[in-house]
């Protein structure tokens, strides 16, 4: 990307969640960067906090939720210092979220047009008294989506649609007011595989339209190839190796990257695939050290002591493995900074 400063720029955050007995340290200094325009993927497996990262962008996580440390940079804001108004303001303005439950995100008692029309009603960009200019972009909205019949789509209630159709409802609600930022977590869940592709080709083609940035989360990796511009691969915690879409692929660094990809069953069937022995540490008690360690089949003393910093393996590829250290050296430090051994204080 050629722009000076990125849009979001998430800084050496931790989350932890408060639990009985003590925290769950969930989000291990985790740093990202998401450029003006650029679409990327995060990709790891259940429970690795991807839901936790982007939510702490919106500050829609639970009250058990804790962050004692970082910094979150929004189009010039620090997110986690806004007062409620500006807070607002941020959220029905320049960026949105489309969830995983189209279902769980729709009022079932209200029909798609009130939560649509509120929706654009509450972002300030019309004059909210504008029943005829709310009503229009309501039907804008969905007409983007491609819904066949907006009109009377308004007037239905969530139930009375299938999943596919709830899922364009919930895009159309997150681009009718986001302007610069669009997160989707994991938007296809449930959806049967034409649809999943529907879906995603929209949300890709509506982005780019608008130039929007777009983060989405996703377990395929497939998924992420098609749709982003950069991938970052997040294991408990921590983003462990992130680059240009087409360098994860043809070069995976890291060993939990190179063990999801060896886990894709290839349409060859040569061979059996192999999955990734083992399972996430525990967040109540996380290693010192890289929390893949317990699973690195590379895995040296140090791993388990202190958390590696980023090395840079040839243009703008990042990885966090000592693995690679005598690789990196005269590249110059990557981008974030080493990372703070050990975690934040509870």
């Known amino acids: 990307m050629n722009q000076t400063k990125p849009l979001l720029d998430i800084r050496d955050l931790y989350i932890n969640y408060k639990v009985y007995g003590g925290y769950s340290y969930v989000i291990n200094g985790l740093s990202l960067q998401v450029w003006p325009g650029e679409k990327i993927s995060l990709v790891g497996e259940s429970g690795c906090g991807k839901t936790t990262t982007v939510k702490s ?36 303005r ?4 489309i969830f995983q ?55 239905n209630y969530p139930f009375q649609l299938s999943g ?10 997150a681009l009718a007011t986001a302007s610069k930022l669009m997160i989707a977590d994991e ?25 929007m940035s777009l983060i989405l989360i996703t377990h395929s990796m497939g998924v992420a190839r098609e749709m982003a511009d950069r991938v970052c691969i997040m294991y408990a915690g921590n983003i462990v190796e992130t680059a240009e879409t ?7 660094l ?14 060859t ?11 996430l540490p525990s967040y109540t008690s996380p290693p010192p050290g890289c929390r893949f360690a317990g699973r690195c089949p590379h895995a040296m003393e140090r791993c388990s002591k202190a958390f590696p910093p980023y090395y840079r393996v040839g243009g703008q590829h990042q990885v966090a493995c000592y693995l690679y250290e005598q690789e990196a050296a005269g590249q110059g430090p990557a981008e974030p900074e080493t990372k703070k051994e050990g975690r934040a204080n509870d």
Request: proline share 7%.
């Open 57 to 92: 962008i919106l500050r829609v996580l639970p009250e058990q939720a804790v962050i004692p440390g970082g910094r979150i940079i929004f189009d010039g804001a620090e997110v986690l210092k806004l007062k409620n108004k500006a807070l607002n303001a941020m959220r029905s």
């Open 101 to 155: 439950d189209p279902t769980a995100s729709l009022n079932p008692v209200f029909t798609v047009g009130r939560q649509i029309r509120d929706t654009i009603k509450y972002s300030g960009i019309v004059d909210r008294h504008d029943k005829k200019a709310i009503q229009e972009l309501a039907i804008k909205a969905l007409k983007d989506c491609s819904m066949p019949d907006p009109e009377r789509i308004l007037e």
């Open 187 to 211: 938007p296809t869940t449930n959806l049967d595989v034409t649809i999943q592709d529907q879906v995603l080709k929209l949300i890709r083609e509506l982005a780019d339209e608008k130039k």
């Open 94 to 97: 320049k960026l949105s979220m």
């Open 246 to 252: 087409e360098s994860i692929f043809e070069n995976p």
């Open 269 to 279: 069937g040569d061979k059996v695939m192999a999955g990734i022995p083992g399972r």
């Open 164 to 173: 596919g159709m709830r899922q364009r409802v919930c895009i159309a609600m």
């Open 254 to 267: 890291h060993p939990y990257t190179q063990g999801l990809l060896n886990s894709i069953p290839k349409l």
